[in-house]
T-cell receptor, first 114, second 114 residues
């Protein structure tokens, strides 16, 4: 079955430190890949997406993600986190074809330490 | 503010009851998606409508139904409610038909079934 896995439920990072959130997918072919962020009490917002081409994609708010086919991974990174980055982060995938929608991982809760 | 509105923000009801959640997409968006977010299941895609027609179906229970009206707003109907239906229900919209297009999420409706 198609699935998206985010191995880390919680991650704590000091303000100003670098961040990497992990995401692995299990699909027959490379799906479309996304990272969304959910701030407390709000809906989700798209950070970035990967369809094809350059494996390093840039997103909003200083985030980037790298697609690695050999590892079936799409990890999210940020060189220096800010307290406002504290939120829930979701990796998602879409296989294409139109019969279904996005499949989300369980999410990673990011805590920023001062 | 994503431009997607959902009403009501909170809903408390009893088991066995029926409720209707409403979603107004961003101006010009033809696709509406419904998602359920719960602690045990995470964020799950329920159903998508595009320009009034059902486009894609996910893990939507038979007790749940949805429709999209000519003015493009959408309603999600939940009937014979059970305790396990307590969750945050999100609506999202996008301009086009395919799920890989950026989806804009509303703030959600929190449903509590007692």
């Amino acid at each position: 079955a198609q699935s998206v896995t985010q191995p880390d439920i919680h991650i704590t990072v000091s303000e100003g430190a670098s961040l990497e959130l992990r995401c692995n997918y299990s699909y027959g072919a490379t799906p479309y890949l996304f990272w969304y962020v959910q701030s407390p009490g709000q809906g989700l917002q798209l950070l970035l997406k990967y369809f094809s081409g350059d494996t390093l994609v840039q997103g909003i708010k200083g985030f980037e993600a790298e697609f690695k086919r050999s590892q079936s991974s799409f990890n999210l990174r940020k060189p220096s986190v800010h307290w406002s980055d504290a939120a829930e982060y979701f990796c998602a995938a879409y296989s294409g074809g139109g019969a279904d929608g996005l499949t989300f991982g369980k999410g990673t809760h990011l805590i920023i330490q001062p | 503010d994503s431009g997607v509105t959902q009403t009501p923000k909170h809903l408390i009801t009893a088991t066995g009851q029926r409720v209707t959640l409403r979603c107004s997409p961003r101006s010009g968006d033809l696709s509406v998606y419904w998602y359920q977010q719960s602690l045990d299941q995470g964020l799950q895609f329920l159903i998508q409508y595009y320009n009034g027609e059902e486009r894609a179906k996910g893990n939507i229970l038979e007790r749940f139904s949805a429709q999209q009206f000519p003015d493009l707003h959408s309603e999600l109907n939940l009937s014979s409610l059970e305790l396990g239906d307590s969750a945050l229900y999100f609506c999202a919209s996008s301009t086009r038909e395919e799920s890989y297009n950026e989806q804009f999420f509303g703030p959600g409706t929190r449903l509590t079934v007692l």
